[in-house]
């Protein structure tokens, strides 16, 4: 038969809390019966087991006041108003007689203690503290006035010591109890807000894998896009030039295709991410970037008097962050103005912040007219499943231009012009509170 922990009967006993409230009724009647026949004081200063004759009138009291214990749980302040009216008539009542008399009547205090210990445990501070003084302030000036020995006797001294230990016990154990119920729920609440944390940091770092994704994806795709209809249109009457057009779509896949490993590298560390084997990209290669477009039929002309030699350097997240507009901009210029549009960029720097700007007329042969409609939408982008600045792909460039700016507290401001064509306007501080760092893919 296997053992039975300590844990085990707690957990039971907890099951079952009426039967354990018959339980204690049934052992407080045991302590009074046995108290009322017990001698405190015997001839040699001893108590003497079984020396006194428990009366009918004791019995019947003791069983009334011990039986209400049971109902202890539902009704604590009835139970402790009961046990203690019946505790006062039996001390009151018992004074006639001798001493002896006085002392049986005194062990029925045992069950107003417990009542007591009940009220102090399961109610407010407030209350405890209240009810218990007027309980033993009474139980206790009943004793030492009605009682049949001097008001200073032992007797006396133990009804005003158990019934204050009672209420004190009980208030111990409440706090006690409101303690562990506020460590579990601290605990609780820190456990969820970790969860949260955690869901709320992986949903930003699927966000930031996207936005990456999205980059490097999307530049690439969208020039070998122009380059191959290019080379299919021009490849049996100018066979040199679709050369150079698949020469151009060999070199951007390349470019993509080393971006997207150096990316997935990066996502498959199971450890923190190191640092890449490549730079990060930025402004230093922007003439680089505006080539690859020229390549493929754009006209682009970059004013950037914030890149002038002596400047001083941008950084990291600065220079990623302008980097990726310029590029995501010039992207949809080229997906949604076509070949023969005109696109400005101009980058200025003041004390404070860097300004990027991406203007297009518009005028190209693109897959809307003059570029604009597709690009229209603003707050619309991430609801629209094909709004914002890429018709059928979802629109994420315009929302990724936001949230990169966003992420560094700047801002951006995209829309059509007037006359025809769109504009890309983003401000990044020079110095943010708390940037948020990218790791460049």
Known sequence: MPAV??????????????AVDALIAAGALVCILLGAATEPHGPDGQPRFAERDVTAPTALLAVLSCGTLALRRRAPMPVLLLTSLVSAVALIAGSPGSASSSDRQASLVVAPVIALYTVSNTTDRRTSWQVGAVTVGVLTAVAMIFGARPWYAQENLGVLAWTALAAAVGE???????????????AERAERTREEEARRRVAEE???????????????????????????????????????ALAHVRDASRHALAELQTTVGLLRQSGESTAPTEPAPGLEVLEELVDGFRHAGLSVSVAAPALAPGAAPLSS?????????????????????????????????????LDISVVDD??????????????????????????GGEPG?????????????????????????????????????????????????
């Open 172 to 186: 111990a154990v409440r706090n006690r109890r409101a303690f562990v119920d506020a460590i579990r729920e601290r």
């Open 393 to 441: 792909s979802g629109g994420h460039g315009l929302v990724g231009m936001r949230e990169r700016a966003a992420a560094l507290h700047g801002a951006c401001e995209t829309g059509p012009l007037p006359g025809g064509g769109f504009r890309v306007n983003v401000r990044l501080p020079l110095e943010t509170t708390a940037p948020r760092k990218e790791t460049p893919a």
């Open 362 to 387: 518009g005028a190209g042969g693109g897959e809307s007219a003059g570029g604009v409609a597709d690009r229209e939408p603003d707050e619309s982008d991430a609801a629209a499943p094909t709004g």
């Open 206 to 244: 699927r966000m930031r894998i996207a936005r990456e994704l999205h980059d490097v994806v999307a530049h690439h795709i969208a020039l070998v896009n122009v380059q191959a209809g290019v080379a299919s249109h021009v490849m049996d009457k100018r066979p040199d030039q679709a050369k150079q």
């Open 5 to 18: 922990t300590l844990r085990e009967i707690r957990e039971r006993l907890r099951a079952h809390p009426y």
């Open 317 to 353: 997240a600065v220079d990623l962050t302008a980097y990726r507009v310029v590029q995501e901009a010039l992207t949809n210029v080229q997906k949604h103005a076509g070949t023969g549009a005109f696109a400005q960029v101009r980058i200025r720097r003041d004390a404070e912040a």
